[in-house]
């Protein structure tokens, strides 16, 4: 049998294709059948409009882009001996801006994107978490909306500001910018301890052990609930391989396949399209199906994502309940709000650390242009993970630019015969209402994908 | 609030988009947002409602008091298909069932980033996408709200003041003049360094104005940003980031964070402003050497 669903609420759309047999789903195809161009969009545009293009490419994480972007430029300066010295406010302003885009994803995509499919499986009605209405959801949105202030007071507006350039950053707060936004880490602190685990952020950040699940109150609770009521901790299981590619100060590289290894070299990623469609028809294979292309690091499929930071960061609660419920989707759900607690309390200290008589920007000495060619490359940890900007610039003009988005990474069709991480992942299934959540567990980015 | 009477329903269609102005939508006031939700009646939103999918929304005789679209639109169903349909089959079918039709963000609007993907020929904003014979059953033109993305005040109050007031005064290119008569630069905190022609040395910094060097568009840019402010706090030009003229026909340009200069003077003078006239002031301007606007504003 065969089964055909349109998957929505997913920042866009996607096909589930199902193939099932004795009732359990024995294969699976995603399908993302929009593309957007926007590497031929960015072919031939001056070099640094791509720090207004980039963060376009998506409303969700367009920060990441830009941090991306602006880092991929920068490496070009790199590889011209041409280094450019960036002061510290500068990288935490920058930081700070990527973690509050991804506190409010995280935010957002738990009471909107997951939490209204979750209490479908509970016993009890939950009406608080319905959709515009329920008090839970409103609460969230107020909450997201008034963190993102604290990205709008360096960056001017959210979404789609090009805060940062190479040199540095175009704002200068004062101290009392900078208390503004304290004020609101600690307003999403609040929300956090009262609504979401239901405890201290300092006692939750103490949980060392999976037994510490229990300690959990709030809403996390609910998830935690329904999840051992359906066994969630049971489904969803993929390669078990995790892979950071962004190194910051709030996470470091690595990857785990079995063992951990800090240490990632750029020369292993590789992006296939053996299955994906391509905008030359001659190159389209009778198997493609989809936009998303593959994406490999040293011929294997790893997930990216809040749950591979955890891992490879070695954060002791989530690698706990990791070690007994490996990557299952409950795993990755609980390693996304565990995140939100530990980025809350990181980027307040991050604010804390700038030093505002430090500068913003420093002019490079010469221009992009003034190169004649030049290749960069950048990568960041966005809300969904792992993000990869490729670029080549000549004579001013980008000639080429590549992206490698965290839900290519995630969900991009599986090739010679190995599935991708959500295909293994879904395969098993019993249901397609379970098969659904498995795909939303990753935090499914459409237009990222089709970008 | 009288729950009795009916609450204008509204439908929101995502076509080609980044989803920027559904972030922005959810970014607003709190309070505001609330109160949206508790007036209208959000039929329909593909990354916000749970009840019915876009394809049992077009089995559905229903009318539509407002429908909003988010994103350009094609007829090209390789690149670009919602529900097995292209945008553009599905925006036509919908727009017959409504009486207003608003473009959410320049995309919907003109095209925007999207029509710059110029392998697909087809990218179009709605005006041009729709024929006369498809818009019969609307009953206002279509609202232009441009911006990338849109500021979701300018949802509100278009939605509120047609709600009341069943008609909006637009200008020649769609949109409401009560937000897009305004420019850009009306508000500003930099000011003061545009009157007295006080360029921003670098990026960076608290003083100096960004339309000599860095590419500010404000003074020709349409849209009351520094009027109402976005996220509640602060703006692009007052945070020290150019107006890129995201609310013009014309965005995405080139060259957006530098300013194309002729002789010294910015290529592009402000808006009705002619050049000699510009060129007049901007030297008076200049001959005063005014300490405070050269020096730290905190000092």
Known sequence: ?451 | MNSKIKKPKIVWLQAITCNGNTHSLLSANANRLKLFLDSFDLVYHPSLTTDILLDDLLKKEEDIDFLLVEGAITSNKEFFQISDQTTSEVLKKLVLKSKYLIAVGSCASYGGVHKKFEQNSDILGLEEALEKKDILSLIHPIVNLTGCPVHPEWIFQTLFSLKEYKQMSLDEKGRPKEIYSYLAHHGCTRNEYFEWKVEAKSFGLKEGCLFYGQGCRGPMTHSNCNKILWNDVNTKTRAGMPCIGCTEFDFPRNNMLETKKNIGIPDEVPLGVSKRAYLSLAGVAKTFKIDRLNEKIIK
Not at chain 1, 245 to 262: A, M, P, Q, W, Y
Not at chain 1, 413 to 441: F, Y
């Open chain 1, 1 to 451: 049998m065969k089964t055909v669903d349109i998957v929505e609420r997913i920042e866009g759309e996607a096909k589930l294709v199902c193939q099932w047999d004795k009732k359990k789903i024995s294969d699976v195809k995603i399908q993302f059948l929009n593309f957007r161009g926007f590497e031929f969009i960015l072919k031939d545009k001056p070099v640094l409009d791509a720090l207004v293009y980039t963060p376009r490419i998506c409303g969700i994480c367009g920060q990441a882009h830009l941090k991306a972007t602006v880092e991929a430029l920068e490496n070009i300066y790199k590889n011209h001996n041409e280094e450019l010295t960036l002061t510290n406010k500068a990288k935490l302003l920058r930081e700070i801006g990527l973690n509050i885009e991804i506190i409010d994803s995280h935010i957002k995509w738990f009471y909107m994107f997951i939490m209204p499919d979750i209490v479908k499986f509970s016993q009890n009605s939950l009406d608080e978490y319905s959709p515009l209405k329920g008090k839970k959801w409103l609460e969230a949105s107020g909450v997201a909306s008034e963190t993102i202030k604290s990205l709008a007071i360096i960056g001017g507006q959210w979404p789609h500001t090009s805060y940062m350039i190479p040199g540095g950053v175009i704002s200068d707060p004062t101290l009392l910018d900078l208390v503004s936004m304290q004020n609101y880490m600690d307003q999403a602190i609040r929300f956090y301890e009262d609504s979401l685990v239901g405890i201290e952020l300092d006692n939750y950040l103490d949980f060392k052990k999976s037994e510490d699940l229990y300690k959990v109150k709030g809403d996390l609770k609910d998830f935690i609930t329904i999840s051992f009521e359906n066994e969630f901790e049971k489904i969803g299981k993929s390669y078990n391989r995790h892979l950071v590619l962004g190194d910051s100060l709030s996470f470091e590289k690595g990857k785990v396949n079995r063992k951990l290894i800090k240490n990632i070299d750029y020369e292993n990623i590789e992006e296939l399209t053996i299955n994906s469609f391509d905008i030359d028809k001659s190159k389209v294979s009778k198997e493609a199906y989809t936009w998303s292309k593959t994406a490999l690091y040293a011929n294997n499929f790893y997930e990216t994502g809040p749950l591979a930071r955890a891992v490879v960061q070695d954060r002791s609660f989530v690698s706990d309940v990791h070690k007994h419920y490996k990557d299952s989707m409950f795993t990755r759900v609980l390693a996304r709000m565990d995140e939100l607690g530990f980025l809350l309390h990181k980027t307040k200290q991050l604010i804390k650390q700038i030093d505002i008589n430090e500068e913003s920007y420093i002019k490079p000495k010469v221009s992009l242009s003034d190169f004649k060619y030049g290749v960069g490359q950048g990568s960041v940890e966005a809300c969904r993970g792992s993000l990869y900007h490729d670029v080549e610039i000549e004579n001013g003009k980008i000639s080429k630019y590549d992206v490698i988005t965290p839900t290519v990474w995630n969900l991009g069709p599986g090739v010679d015969g190995k599935l991708s991480t959500s295909q293994k992942a879904i395969v098993g299934s019993d249901s397609l209402e379970k098969a659904k959540l498995i795909l939303r567990s990753f935090d499914v980015c459409s237009v990222c994908t089709t970008h």
